[in-house]
């Protein structure tokens, strides 16, 4: 029953989010047809190189891919499509709650049904089968075209490339998409100075929470307040930096004066969704979630760490202060402080906003006070 409602949650927000949603399924049609296409071409490129005989006296199969390309760039995409469908839309909406290990061997599995049938409407065509014959030609078929070298070289090509693929979409899903390749490079294996947007946001009386709840409810409780992340990262072309118990960091290019205020909206529309499901929040667990949160902007430093387990890491003084910030949220009765450094980026496009001057304050750890602003929607 309660898989039941948390299903029908996510499948509001991607309604009330169907553009960004949209987009995102767009871009991994996308990025699955370049890779299944690409990887597919370079084995085919390596297997002609190894045994170039096999374009005139291999398998059939062989022999359509060098008549016309796209027999193979036609499979490759029906294959990439197939998949695309498989694990981007169903898996997504209706088996993310599965294992790691079980969409494994379901994506395996799914990459083999698509195979057969894209090598069955080959073989029907190539060699003018009737289908309406009897079950002797149908044996005939399937021993001639699917028990061949060939045709085994191709499957198990296949799994290969959706392995890899999808080991690449499991590292890109957990780095954020924005910064995949720069890791993939070694770009940040030597330090990078960037300019950064960095918001906190944090659970109020999280405390107070947890003790009620129960550390095995309150796990719940915060991922149905963190599912809405998603598709707000999407719109708002955010980075999620960490979620660390109830506290998430965000983050965005400081060169593009429109992440300012796409900062903001972030955080305001992040508690409109919340108080849209105030009434389920209230049913299943008696509690309506409350975020208060910090921004600041400036440069910092982003390097690779770690060695056994390795990650992208932010460092510098732009998110001690963003953090120092955030905690005075509750002394001064606001939802949102931000820096002078951000306001005066962000007050060029703050028209429906309402920014106010609140204190002059000396944070614990920093030598000099840091003003801090308010920002209210008008």
């Given at each position: 029953m309660i898989s039941k409602k948390n299903n029908q949650k996510e499948i509001n927000i991607q309604k009330r989010f169907l553009r960004p949603y949209l987009f995102w399924l767009l871009n991994k049609l996308l990025v699955n047809l370049v890779a299944w296409n690409l990887f597919f071409c370079i084995f085919i490129?390596?297997?002609f190189l190894a045994a170039p005989g096999i374009l005139n006296k291999g398998a059939k199969i062989f022999?359509?891919?060098y008549q016309s390309s796209l027999v193979m760039l036609g499979m490759a995409s029906i294959i990439a499509f197939g998949t695309w469908l498989i694990e981007d839309v169903l898996f997504y909406r209706y088996f993310s709650k599965l294992s790691l290990g079980v969409l494994f061997l379901i994506r395996i599995v799914s990459v083999v049904v698509l195979?057969?049938?894209?090598?069955?409407?080959?073989?029907?065509?190539?060699?003018?089968?009737?289908?309406?014959?009897n079950t002797v030609d149908h044996i005939y078929?399937?021993?001639?075209?699917?028990?061949?070298?060939?045709?085994?070289?191709?499957?198990?090509?296949?799994?290969?490339?959706?392995?890899?693929?999808?080991?690449?979409?499991?590292?890109?899903?957990?780095?954020?998409?924005?910064?995949?390749?720069?890791?993939?490079s070694g770009y940040y294996r030597t330090p990078r100075e960037e300019s950064r947007i960095i918001m906190f946001i944090d659970l109020i009386s999280s405390t107070k929470y947890a003790e009620m709840l129960g550390h095995r409810k309150y796990s719940a409780f915060l991922q149905k307040c963190f599912s809405l992340l998603g598709m707000l990262e999407i719109k708002y072309q955010a980075m999620q930096y960490q979620i660390v118990g109830d506290e998430v960091v965000l983050s965005w290019s400081a060169n593009k004066l429109k992440n300012y205020r796409n900062a903001v909206d972030f955080y305001y529309e992040f508690i409109f969704e919340l108080l849209k499901l105030s009434a389920l929040f209230s049913q299943d667990f008696g509690i309506i979630p409350q975020f208060s949160a910090s921004i600041n902007s400036g440069k910092i430093m982003v390097a690779e760490?770690?060695?056994?387990?390795?990650?992208?890491?932010?460092?510098?003084?732009?998110l001690n202060t963003a953090a120092r910030i955030q905690k005075q949220c509750k002394n001064y009765n606001r939802k949102l402080l931000v820096t002078r450094s951000f306001v005066e980026a962000f007050k060029t496009d703050a028209s429906d906003y309402r920014i106010e001057w609140v204190a002059n304050d000396r944070l614990i750890g920093k030598k000099n006070p840091v003003e801090i602003y308010a920002i209210e929607p008008k």
């Open positions: 490129f390596l297997t022999q359509l891919m195979m057969l049938l894209i090598f069955l409407t080959i073989s029907v065509f190539h060699y003018q089968i009737n289908l309406s014959n078929l399937f021993k001639s075209y699917f028990f061949n070298n060939g045709t085994i070289y191709l499957f198990s090509t296949g799994i290969f490339i959706s392995t890899m693929i999808n080991t690449l979409k499991t590292i890109r899903q957990n780095v954020g998409y924005k910064v995949f390749l720069r890791i993939v760490v770690g060695t056994i387990k390795s990650e992208i890491a932010f460092h510098g003084d732009i």
